[in-house]
């Protein structure tokens, strides 16, 4: 696959995450694949620690703060609603399968 094809099948969906509610927070997009395609959101904190080693901020992705949910595409569109995770930023990806086709 070239990079130009990579690149189009990366930007075929799309993400926007509504506000959390007291238990959950509800996440939709569009997709660019057949109805019934199954996509996985997942979605993980970012935290930033204070590394003495560099004098500087380190972000990383926390482990124990992980939410996942499946997604179903139908009309070019899909949505989902994560359980609410601590507050917080998120790095939120979408899968294909194995293969990662969005991310912010």
Known sequence: MTALAALVLFLQVTVVPDSPTETSWPMAGKANRPDGTVLKVVAV?????WDPAVERFREFLSPGSRLTRSAEVGGASWQCKLKNGPTGVYDVTVHEGDKRVHAE
Do not use: G, L
């Not at 904190?45 to 620690?49: D, G, L, P």
């Open 45 to 49: 904190r970012v935290e930033r620690r």
